[in-house]
């Protein structure tokens, strides 16, 4: 009923660039916070960037000055444009969303299913 889908994951190498997408779908009335997850084998999941309503951005230490996060509020998605790209940025990329809903109106947090980016040395 209510998704986030991802795209543009994929296999580069270590200085090069991707660019993630996720697109939210539903009946929806605004969407707040979102922002991009990852977690690589072995690991927990962290954060890497989100971005308010507002375009209020937060990225983490390990990820700022290469990837930036952006979103489209008219069509419901958010981007994440990552450069010099490193093997250690290798893991499964998440989308995440907070929505309010119609029908009832009420507020729903969503995961997208993830899209693997593999940087290789």
């Known amino acids: 009923q209510f998704q986030l889908v991802e795209s543009g994951g994929g296999l580069v190498q270590a200085g090069g660039s991707l660019r993630l997408s996720c697109a939210a779908s539903g009946s929806i009335f605004s969407i707040n916070v979102m922002g991009w997850y990852r977690q690589a084998p072995g690991k927990q999941r962290e954060l890497v960037a989100t971005?308010?309503?507002?375009?209020?951005?937060r990225t983490a230490d390990s990820v700022k000055g290469r990837f930036t996060i952006s979103r489209d509020n008219a069509k419901n998605t958010v981007y994440l444009q990552m450069n010099s790209l490193k093997p250690e940025d290798t893991a499964f990329y998440y989308c995440?969303?907070?929505?309010?809903?119609?029908?009832?109106?009420?507020?729903?947090?969503?995961w997208g299913q993830g899209t693997l980016v593999t940087v290789s040395s």
């Open positions: 995440n969303a907070g929505l309010v809903v119609r029908n009832p109106v009420r507020y729903l947090e969503v």
């Open positions: 971005i308010t309503s507002g375009n209020s951005t």
